[in-house]
């Protein structure tokens, strides 16, 4: 099969096109070629399975078209630009998160016009998708009310997505992520960056800030397992979807005191020692308004996989970031 | 107050129009003057307030620009192509449903750079945002499922209004109608037709014919009612609403069955004898994936009223369209 990643060169595209490389398959099928798309050059590993690489800008319309006009039998679109850019520059949001997708919507239902065509296209939306009024643990068909301009155009991406899908222009199936957690690299200005920070520093052995009260509790999954959710998305049997093309997926509530409490079990009191609180009013505000757990329960029922423990999060943060090893 | 009300042509857009120049007021404030828009040119009763009527097509970008060039404080935006038709014209629907939507709002948007502009806007959605799976009574925390590219399109223009609003671009108020009853004028092809049909054409003397089991339970309120909501929308406070910028609006839920008997109520056995049975299984399975009930207890708390019999919806009928007399 041929298989196109959109926004490849992020930290879960990059993670994906290592694994697909490395198997050489999607589910029974084998990749015969794989197309990498983001706004810089995406770098692949090495290997046997063609690989062509571009740097595009979905949001020009007649870029989507050449994407598609190699009839990709699979294709994951990732690429979009985050909560914090989509809100400072509403113009770019709308243009790149929401008319990007539509154009690579409308390019397989234009491609579908000359020769029968429908790819099954995986979408990753967001659990910003949900606002206010929230419950404690969020259900299945739980409304979207979307806080910012990010969450609305994940929210609209996933409505256009179930009726291309019920039309048959593509085998669409939206997947919302949890809060990715441990992400590798440096801190960041993202109001969630601490959730990764306050482990992610401390095990190498740097001093973490905590913003916010340990009581605060979220939802996560880990970079491994998004990439799993991803997978599992691109083999289903999407008749078993029905009018549900858009999926919540299995995540880890826990609460910052868990999280920490998980660190010293995994790597000590002197990692935990790293951990400075510095609460930020800002930050804790933003935070209070984000979902806390959800049940998942059609995800689950679906096959999909989240982590049971945050210990396990922290774990495969240290096997696939640190080589197995801590200081 | 400057007053512009798109889609003035349609059924409810011209009861909107008589009541506003009736009235000559919203809410506390007194209209001065009243621009109407449609694709055809709407028609205005005589009056004192000045009215100028346009025939535009809000799908062309520049036309949003042109009707709020005057800057309205208020403006209805009732117009949309109809769901079979949105069915069947894919790119017309969305561009007109979601396209010309969405132009309106960059226009206030953009208006408001030159200087201070937010006004408010009543945008009318549909109960048809919501499909599958749908509970008996769908309370106002409910998924949007759309089984339609108009639900669809609805839904989406929902996200926006709310995303519009949340960042001051406009103070928008989506009102999602019950099915309206008792439709004056004649039979149409429409799924729903037989609604209205089983009453008015026994009004009128004539056999309507009846697609459905008489268990079938539906969602109404009288075109009154439906101008009811839009003129207390566009005169709430929307302090109230949070980010809940879209409403179901309170209406009656009535099997067919209750239909009829309200029919013999109010016209007698001889307008019922009116009624042939005549099962079509195609309008049957359509109207099996509807909605039957809704809570709508945020738009009732907010003063939305709807009607609490099908006699009463019989009853304006007859009222407002028949000269208050049945043959």
Redesign the interface.
């Known amino acids: 099969m041929k298989v196109l990643v959109i926004g490849a060169a992020g930290m879960v595209g990059r993670k994906l096109v290592a694994e697909l490389l490395a198997t050489g398959r999607v589910g029974e099928q084998t990749i015969t070629s794989l197309a990498l798309a983001d706004v810089v050059i995406p770098v692949a590993p090495e290997t046997s399975i063609p690989v062509a690489s571009l740097a595009v800008d979905l949001s020009v319309p007649e870029v989507a078209a050449q994407l598609v006009a190699d009839r990709p039998d699979l294709i994951f679109h990732l690429a979009a630009i985050v909560s914090g850019e989509a809100e400072a520059d ?1 113009e770019k949001g709308y243009s790149i998160n929401l008319d990007g997708t539509r154009h690579l919507l409308e390019a397989c ?1 234009l491609a579908g016009r000359a020769s029968s065509y429908c790819p099954r296209l995986v979408f990753t939306s967001s659990i910003a998708v949900f ?3 929230l419950p404690a643990v969020i259900g ?8 910012t ?1 990010y969450g ?1 155009q994940k ?2 991406c996933e ?2 997505l ?2 291309y899908s ?2 048959g222009f593509v085998d669409g199936i939206g997947i919302r992520l949890p809060t990715i957690a441990v992400r590798p690299g440096g801190p960041n200005k993202a109001a969630s960056g601490f959730f990764s920070g306050i482990i992610r520093e401390p095990l190498a052995g740097q001093e973490a800030l905590l913003p916010v009260a340990d009581a605060v509790r979220h939802w996560f999954a880990s970079p491994r397992a998004a990439v799993g959710f991803l997978l599992h998305a691109a083999a289903l049997d999407t008749g078993q979807l ?3 093309r858009n999926l919540t997926m299995p995540g880890l509530a826990a609460t910052v005191g868990e999280q920490i409490a998980a660190l010293e079990r995994v790597a000590g009191p002197k990692a935990v020692a790293l951990i400075r609180r510095h609460p930020d009013e800002t930050i804790a505000g933003i935070v209070a308004g984000w979902p806390q757990a959800f049940e998942a329960t059609l995800a689950k029922s679906l096959g999909f996989v989240g982590e049971s423990s945050f210990d396990e999060i922290i774990r495969i943060y240290i096997e696939d970031e640190l080589g197995g090893q801590i200081s």
Chains 1, 2 share one sequence.
């Open positions: 509403f239902r606002g206010e009024p299945d068909t739980h409304e979207h009310t979307p806080l301009s609305t929210a609209i409505l256009l179930a009726d019920r039309r029905g009018n549900q």
